[in-house]
């Protein structure tokens, strides 16, 4: 069964330093998200991706976030200026293969990339 | 913002024994979604609800979108040991692929 896979599977990086998480997600979705987790909390929306721009984003994705897809398969989180609240697990998920059942096609997540800020 | 109330927060339960959890909200979602995070993992996709009223089962697990379309359960019967886990309830707000809410989730343990 097709996945979304995601590198790193951990990332440690030093407070101030950009940091860039990578997602492949499902190859014939069109619908890309970031969602992240801290800690022992749920699962909190960052940004969705449609026919490359941002669809929606939460307050969390503030300017020191922003999302692109290089290329066909990649889709890319960056972290301008890391902080130590930016640890988390980060996932990415993709969702919607086209027609119109757009309502019935649940997004699926990868593993993560766990994100420790030092 | 929207919100989901996901009780109870942790279950302790023998094997073989019935479970049962739910997410009530006080807004209205057009899509149900239950998924299940194994340590380490992401979230992995249970049982998907569209319809108000809707019964879906997948195996031992059954799930309700709520007539109301602000809440939904879970029931998991005949727990094993590889039920044990965390399970998040998440509603679909905005758009139809609109990003999701989740619920606190769930933290399941079985005992042998």
């Known amino acids: 069964e097709p996945e979304v896979t995601q590198t790193p599977s951990h990332q440690v990086t030093q407070m101030g330093q950009e940091v860039i998480l990578r997602c492949v997600p499902i190859?014939?979705?069109?619908?890309f998200y970031w969602y992240r987790q801290i800690l022992g909390q749920k699962v909190e929306f960052l940004v969705s991706?449609?026919?490359?721009?941002?669809?929606?984003k939460s307050e969390i994705f503030d300017d020191q976030f922003s999302v692109e897809r290089p290329d066909g398969s990649n889709f890319t989180l960056k972290i301008r200026s890391t902080k130590l609240e930016d640890s988390a697990m980060y996932f990415c998920?993709?969702?919607?293969?086209?027609?119109?059942?757009?309502?019935?096609?649940?997004?699926?997540f990868g593993d993560g990339t766990r994100l420790s800020i030092l | 913002g929207q919100q989901l109330n996901q009780s109870p927060q942790s279950m302790f339960i023998q094997e073989g024994e019935d479970v049962s959890m739910n997410c009530t909200s006080s807004?209205?979602?057009?899509?149900w979604l239950w998924y299940k995070q194994d340590p380490g993992e992401g979230p992995v996709l249970l049982i998907a609800?569209?319809?108000?009223?809707e019964l879906t089962s997948n195996g031992r697990l059954t799930a309700q979108f709520g007539i109301t379309r602000k809440d939904s359960f879970l029931n998991i019967s005949a727990s094993i040991p590889s039920d044990v886990g965390i399970y998040f309830c998440?509603?679909?707000?905005?758009?139809?692929?609109?990003?999701?809410?989740f619920g606190k989730g769930t933290k399941l343990s079985v005992k042998p």
């Open positions: 998920a993709s969702g919607y293969s086209g027609g119109t059942n757009i309502g019935n096609q649940p997004q699926h």
């Open positions: 190859s014939n979705h069109l619908y």
């Open positions: 991706f449609y026919n490359n721009e941002i669809s929606e």
């Open positions: 807004s209205i979602f057009n899509t």
């Open positions: 609800l569209y319809k108000a009223g």
């Open positions: 998440a509603g679909q707000g905005g758009g139809s692929q609109g990003n999701l809410i």
